[in-house]
């Protein structure tokens, strides 16, 4: 069973960046899965950020997609060696306060899903 | 971008009765491969989403058969034969047909009576 768990900081200020590391248990990063996050506002629906493809043995050079409206302010990197991903979301504003989460895709569909980190954007 | 619309928003159902809610797509969900990019969730109080029926109309690992997706193209339909107080939450719709990879739909809340 593949379980995820995202940690990093609660409080993030204005114009800063947001840091989130999602540690990966049941399955290797580098195996042949997609790993994605999405972010949920308090009281509302679910918008998908950006999903990274690490490489596999198969196929060894990795990919990343990206949510159009998101991508100048989003960094993503995989550390294989400890089976996380990290997320880093620049300029933050008010609007990126959200419930964010790790999650594997696999066959074009989210499967598994982190529990979740609210992260709130306040001065 | 492909738009999720969700009927109805909030959905009162007596336990042991059906229940029945809509997804449209703004484009066709069907890919080259013969394959419909349509998912359906469930999103329990303060849990993350788990999936419930993927590509249409199959029931994800552990999902009661009491659940049943339907459809094609652009209209879909997620159905729960006798609603148990266990599946209250929101339910979302998705497709992975195009970027944005992924769009969710705005959700149904299901509510017993």
């Known amino acids: 069973q593949v379980q995820l768990q995202e940690s990093g900081p609660g409080l993030v200020k204005p114009s800063g960046t947001l840091s989130l590391t999602c540690a990966v248990s049941?399955?290797?990063?580098?195996?042949?899965?997609?790993w994605s996050w999405v972010r949920q506002p308090p009281g509302k629906g679910l918008e998908w950020i950006v999903e990274?493809?690490?490489?596999?043995?198969?196929?060894?050079?990795?990919?990343?997609n990206y949510n159009p409206s998101l991508k100048s302010r989003v960094t993503l990197s995989v550390e294989k060696s400890t089976n996380q991903l990290s997320l880093n979301l620049s300029s933050v504003t008010a609007a990126d306060t959200a419930v964010y989460y790790c999650?594997?895709?696999?066959?074009?569909?989210?499967?598994?899903w982190g529990q979740g980190t609210l992260v709130t954007v306040s001065s | 971008d492909i738009v999720m619309t969700q009927t109805p928003l909030s959905l009162s159902v007596t336990p042991g009765q059906p229940a029945s809610m809509s997804c449209k797509s703004s484009?066709?969900?069907?890919?080259?491969?013969?394959?419909?990019?349509l998912y359906w969730y469930l999103q329990k109080p303060g849990q993350p989403p788990q999936l419930l029926i993927y590509?249409?109309?199959n029931r994800f690992s552990g999902v009661p058969d009491r659940f049943s997706g339907s459809g094609s193209g652009t209209d879909f339909t997620l159905k729960i034969s006798r609603v148990e107080a266990e599946d209250v939450g929101v339910y979302y719709c998705?497709?992975?047909?195009?970027?944005?990879?992924?769009?969710f739909g705005q959700g149904t809340k299901l509510e017993i009576k």
């Open positions: 999650a594997r895709t696999k066959a074009a569909t989210i499967d598994y």
């Open positions: 049941g399955a290797s990063i580098s195996s042949d899965n997609w």
């Open positions: 990274i493809y690490p490489g596999s043995t198969r196929y060894p050079s990795g990919t990343t």
């Open positions: 484009q066709s969900l069907l890919y080259t491969t013969g394959k419909t990019h």
């Open positions: 590509e249409v109309s």
């Open positions: 998705m497709q992975s047909m195009q970027l944005p990879r992924y769009t």
